[in-house]
């Protein structure tokens, strides 16, 4: 299998939309290309520009206990999404293995969803729900950095203010430059940063409906028994048996080749949920300090309306993680609830395998240390509040 991919190759591709995105921003190569060297010199410009910036503002503005959680805040969040494109460049190849993987394990499936129309109602749908997804949280992650990017302007006009971290060490003097790098930097990183997100929760969408179909085809190995039923009188003749059969090993073969595709996800995925999950809990803390106890209603403003998204790309991944669980569960029952009564001890025998196999939870993990899952995500709110909670207490003394 080839480990590179190219822009004809990504317009095919069920994950064309992230793939694009991400080329835009300078992070996923599809071939060479001298626009591509020019946005990727943009992307690692800004965020070494950004990580500076935050670095400075945290050493000038230090034991300002409300001044320095809002600059950290922004520090925490411009560091995700630095960390997250430096690991997925580092990792380049490994993430076009695992797209031209996933269209491999989509194809699997093609032919009993020509076959059946419920079958490719629930293909369909999942790609356009991972496509409206990654669409629909893109424009909302740029439509909170605009309320960064003109609140400065209109709360505090006369103070000549920049939209995330002040300049103490010149006094906002090249206040034009900075403000339209600042506003640069934040909408180009958060995009990455999001966009990755995404990226990880349509394959995780796109696998779960895999998941489902082939439930449904265990599940759909009774009609050859209802027909032989009518046909021949409730007797499975030697024919059906050997479709049913059949039938049952490709199914296998789809869910070890699913089982397989996941294990490559976990290993490609986790040290960008861990990076995520590290990282949302203080800013998810930080934000709410702010919104909270700042006296200065524009950052108020500003960190409330930005609440929702820490929490947000945790959930992404607790949900779409949860539905990949659930599904892997539901192949057991479907598998048992297909026509294994009369069926031959062959086609028994395999079914246990089947059975058995999907019995044992498949649990993605971050950093292979912690379970994606909607446990996951409550637990990392307590954690996040329970830092608000002490934050709050240092403020009062």
């Not at 999404?81 to 194809?107: E, H, N, P, Q, W």
């Not at 103070?159 to 403000?179: A, K, T």
């Amino acid at each position: 299998m080839e480990d590179k991919l190219s822009w004809t190759f990504s317009g095919n591709s069920a994950l064309k939309l992230n793939i694009r995105h991400l080329w835009l921003l300078g992070t996923w190569k599809l071939g060479e290309s001298r626009l591509f060297k020019m946005q990727s010199t943009v992307a690692f410009g800004l965020s070494i520009w950004s990580t500076v910036e935050c670095i400075l503002a945290v050493y000038f503005i230090w034991g300002d206990l409300e001044q320095t959680t809002l600059v950290l805040l922004i520090t925490c969040t411009c560091s995700s999404g630095v960390v997250k494109m430096f690991i997925f460049v580092y990792d380049r190849r490994r993430y076009d293995s695992l797209t031209l993987r996933l269209d491999a394990l989509l194809s699997l499936q093609t032919g009993p969803c020509s076959e059946d129309p419920a079958l490719a109602a629930i293909s369909d749908w999942s790609r356009k729900k991972a496509s409206r997804l990654t669409m629909g949280l893109l424009l909302f992650m740029l439509s909170q950095s605009m309320v960064w990017y003109f609140v400065p302007l209109i709360a505090h006009p006369e103070e000549r203010s920049l939209p995330f971290v002040q300049h103490q060490w010149d006094n906002n003097s090249l206040y034009e430059l900075s403000y339209g790098v600042q506003c640069l930097s934040a909408v180009w990183i958060s995009q990455i940063s999001f966009s990755v997100d995404c990226l990880f929760a349509s394959v995780m969408i796109l696998v779960a409906a895999q998941l489902e179909i082939l439930g449904q085809r265990l599940i759909n190995l009774k009609n050859g028994r209802d027909s032989a039923e009518k046909e021949e009188k409730k007797q499975l003749d030697s024919k059906t048996g050997e479709s049913m059969y059949d039938d049952l090993c490709l199914c296998i073969e789809t869910h070890q080749e699913i089982l397989r595709f996941v294990t490559q996800l976990q290993d490609t995925m986790s040290p960008i949920a861990m990076t995520q999950f590290a990282l949302s809990v203080v800013i998810a803390c930080m934000a709410l300090f702010q919104a909270t106890f700042s006296e200065d209603f524009s950052a108020v403003l500003k960190c409330a309306s930005f609440l929702p998204i820490p929490g947000g790309q945790v959930y992404l991944y607790c949900w779409a993680a949860t539905n990949v669980t659930e599904q892997a569960e539901a192949v057991s029952a479907a598998a048992y609830s297909c026509s294994w009564v009369d069926a031959s001890e062959r086609f028994k025998r395999s079914l246990r395998i089947i059975i058995s196999r999907s019995q044992k939870p498949l649990v993605l993990t971050a950093g292979h240390l912690y379970p994606i899952n909607r446990e996951a995500f409550l637990t990392l709110v307590n954690a996040s509040y329970s830092y608000y909670a002490l934050l709050s207490q240092m403020n009062n003394r």
